[in-house]
């Protein structure tokens, strides 16, 4: 018995230590200075356990009555640390209903005229349009204003990074082509290809959602999920205008799919890690031009088959995406208003595609986001702006949630001239895909004690206030950086 409880500790303490050193190589890869120092020293303190492990059994330690005493109440306590960490603790019924189980009362519909992005990139002063919309909405007139003076959505694009931004903004605006060009309405809602025309191919629902899935993660995306629209989360009125189609503006939308296909991209950790300088926004704008790729495609697949579908990307939206991808099973809305996947955290943009394509939708998913993001609060404390709220869950519009203020968070991409992306970076779930990270996410998403114990691990070893990380090489914003 005795060889085999210790043969039991020595695996678990070795075990130990070897996540204990992958860990350190992940930080040193990461680049955390901070973290590459306090993950050294716990695998110091690992590898001193092994070792103090095999010293006691050399001198013979464990062939004592209370050597072995020690030994039996060690692996009891042990083992019973990490039943309590890795079990399954109550779920969330929330959650696991999607956006109904947020829903408290009426919901009115969203307006894209209301968006800050719509007033402030698709109204222009003096036209018909504007006077309209500030006749309907006088409240807004005058911030929108102040705000246009500085130069617009993102105000002067690269301000944070100058003199040196040229290289970086010129990245940006090479991505965001991509999408203006699939802007089209040929290309958002495509008919299908000569060759197909005026063809149906019959498919089960079951056979469909596998085709379309697949098809979707081999363009390029990293999540898939399908959702029944909730009609709450389409747009009522038309506020974005490309291609000068000003006659779309206002029009009331009426969409008729009953399904939607939602897909998530991961973003580049290196460079939303320089958040909230200009590399941040080559990754959201790479990003956004990855999903204007995918959705189009996928919309034209559908169209193939002959069915109406309509892609939903970056330069066109019917609906809101962040509901659908919670109902599609993505994920859960973090306090930070982003979608908080199990995989990469808020790390991720999203992308849809609507259709009359029968499909089997997925289920909302509880991976412990409102539980972890009562304790953390850190995207709150980091947020420059403070439009991110400390408090818990309130209802806002009808539905349960913490409520992103929109107008101040704009205000200060405006001030930097990027999306500044601060609360993604130092949001603890959006550390890179390595393998203690991708453990760590396992357990925060089944255990509300892991929660509270990485919660604190991350302010130890990565502080309460992350500091930007460098850029890399090609993607420099300053000298020596």
């Not at 379309?212 to 205008?241: D, F, M, Q």
């Not at 809305?333 to 939708?361: E, I, S």
């Amino acid at each position: 018995m005795e060889t085999i409880l210790l043969f039991i500790a020595a695996a678990g303490a070795g075990m130990q230590a070897i996540i204990g050193l992958s860990f350190f190589i992940s930080c040193v890869c990461e680049k955390e200075p901070r973290a590459t120092v306090y993950s050294g020293i716990q695998f110091l303190l690992m590898l001193g356990l092994v070792m103090l492990l095999f010293y006691l059994n050399t001198i013979g330690f464990f062939e004592t009555n209370s050597g072995l005493t020690f030994l039996i109440i060690g692996l009891a306590l042990a083992g019973g640390l990490c039943f309590f960490l890795m079990r399954k603790t109550e779920s969330n019924p929330r959650a696991l209903d999607g956006t109904k189980g947020l829903i408290l009362g009426e919901v009115p519909p969203t307006d894209e005229r209301d968006t800050v992005f719509a007033r402030n990139r698709t109204l222009r002063p003096g036209s018909e349009e504007y006077k309209t919309y500030y006749e309907m909405r006088p409240e807004f007139e005058n911030s929108d204003a102040a705000r246009r003076e500085k130069g617009g959505p993102l105000g002067h694009p690269g301000a944070i990074d100058r003199p040196h931004d040229r290289p970086n903004v010129a990245a940006t605006l090479a991505s965001l082509s991509i999408p203006l060009h699939l802007s089209q309405p040929e290309k958002f809602n495509p008919p299908a290809h000569p060759a197909f025309k005026g063809q149906r191919v019959e498919l089960n629902p079951g056979s469909a959602s596998t085709r379309v899935k697949g098809y979707t993660l081999g363009i390029g995306a990293n999540l898939v999920g399908i959702c029944e629209i909730n009609p709450l989360w389409v747009y009522s009125h038309r506020g974005e205008v490309f291609n000068e189609n000003w006659d779309d503006w206002g029009r009331k939308l009426e969409l008729t799919h009953k399904y939607a296909v939602v897909f998530a991209t991961e973003m580049a950790f290196e460079l939303v890690g320089t958040a909230p300088h200009t590399p941040t926004t080559i990754a959201s704008m790479g990003n956004y031009a990855q999903g204007a790729f995918i959705a189009t495609q996928l919309a034209a697949f559908i169209s193939n088959l002959g069915y109406s579908a309509t892609a939903n990307h970056l330069r066109h939206y019917d609906t809101l995406l962040v509901p659908l991808a919670v109902d599609a099973g993505l994920g859960e809305t973090g306090r930070l208003g982003y979608l908080m996947t199990k995989d990469y955290g808020p790390r991720v943009r999203l992308g849809a595609v609507t259709t009359d394509l029968p499909l089997v939708p997925d289920k909302p998913v509880d991976i412990g986001v409102v539980d972890f993001c009562r304790i953390c609060k850190k995207c709150a404390h980091c947020c420059p702006s403070s439009s991110i709220p400390l408090g818990d869950q309130e209802e806002a519009n009808g539905t349960f949630r913490w409520k992103l203020n929109a107008e101040t968070c704009f205000d200060y991409w405006g001030k930097v001239g990027t999306d500044c992306n601060i609360c993604m970076r130092v949001c603890p779930w959006s550390h890179a895909s390595t393998l203690p990270h991708q453990l760590i996410r396992s357990l925060i998403a089944r255990n509300r004690y892991s929660r509270q114990l990485f919660n604190l691990m991350d302010d130890i070893f990565y502080g309460t206030k992350p500091k930007p990380k460098p850029a890399p090489e090609w993607a420099r914003y300053k000298n020596g950086d």
